[in-house]
């Protein structure tokens, strides 16, 4: 039976007493809570008009938006309460140390799909909770408080996002499934929706930025050609295509329907390793999509064994449906059967679904 609220589900998750257990679940309200208050702004729209303009650059070079700041300040202020050590943000160059006896470090996006604030289309933001204790974290060595995210994200003792669409939405993995909880406003807590959702090995459906194709690689560019030959192709079957180009709301969808996610590195200059982060958005996207019996990789390696170098590095991300996340990969590692292609589709039973 789904447990019935938020709360139901992360006292089931306290079980005996636990340090680490106990500072997650005080982590997952405290961001909660931080959430609410986020949505609260974005559905005021334009009558929140202290969020229209744009401010500098962070420290990824991307535009900031008023909101993101707005959201990151919120976020950084509810772990002031919360048993978190240190706070890292896409929109900060360095995490914040604040309390340096707490277990846990977070890792956060604190407003996702910023291109998509202006056009009323899902938003969102996405956390990793990894573990502070015994990392060089909050006294490294060399003075450097980033050290303590450079772990992989095997690591990660739960992640989660937030999704500010038409229900504010709460999805979540402390390692056992992923959970999707809406915030009921009539109840005034997050209930839960649903419980462990599987997302389904093979699909019909891809999600990727085809705007960039002159950028891509062969192996990506070949994969997207089969797909869009459809049931006159190798493929033998006809493909659907998706980009809300907001990854909370594209990682919504492939958890409620299957699907697969490509942001490849390509040819522009500065997206050799594509456009997402490892740290904030790649290992806990990864983390609820396994939990959810999906894959996700950077083309070729598990995207959760990949040990981060710095805070903010890019990684080619792929994810979803577990077959097609497989496919292709074999696209990248198998070229001799790449090369092999049309005119003749000699390819067709290696790569037919
Ligand atoms: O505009 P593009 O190149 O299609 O990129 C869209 C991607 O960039 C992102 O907006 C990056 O996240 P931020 O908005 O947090 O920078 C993803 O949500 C989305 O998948
Ligand atoms: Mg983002
Ligand atoms: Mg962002």
Known sequence: MPAATLD?????????????????????????????????TINQGVLGTA????????????????????????????????????????????????????????????????????????????????????????????GNPAAAFLQAG??????????????????????????????STRLGTFVQAYESRIIPQRTQEFAINAANYRHWDEAVRLYIDDC????????????????????????????????VFLYPGDKRKGYRQGRLRLVYEANPIAYLIEQAGGAATDTITRILEIEPESLHQRVPVVFGSAREVARITRYHTEPSAIGERAPLFSRRGLFRA
């Open 8 to 40: 139901a589900f992360l006292n089931s998750y306290l079980g005996p007493p636990d340090e680490l257990r106990s500072a997650v679940v005080a982590t997952v309200r405290q961001l909660t809570q931080a959430a609410t208050k986020v949505r609260n």
């Open 51 to 142: 969020f229209a303009g744009t401010r500098s650059a962070n420290a990824d070079g991307d535009i900031q938006k008023d909101l993101d700041i707005f959201a990151d300040d919120i976020f950084l202020d509810a772990m002031r309460h919360a048993p978190v050590a240190l706070y890292a943000s896409e929109e900060l160059e360095q995490p914040v140390l604040l309390d340096s006896q707490a277990p846990l470090a977070i890792a956060i996006d604190p407003l996702d799909g910023s291109s998509n604030i202006d056009t009323n289309v899902s938003i969102g933001t996405i956390f990793s909770l990894l573990p502070a204790a015994g990392l060089p974290a909050t006294g490294a060595p060399d």
């Open 154 to 183: 095997v690591n990660q003792l739960g992640a989660g996002f937030f999704i500010y669409g038409p229900q504010l939405a709460l999805v979540l993995s402390l390692g056992s499934g992923t959970h999707v909880f809406v915030l």
């Open 228 to 259: 869009l030959e459809g049931t006159e192709g190798p493929r033998g079957k006809d493909f659907n295509m998706r980009w809300i180009a907001s990854l909370v709301a594209d990682c919504y969808r492939i958890l409620m329907r299957g699907g």
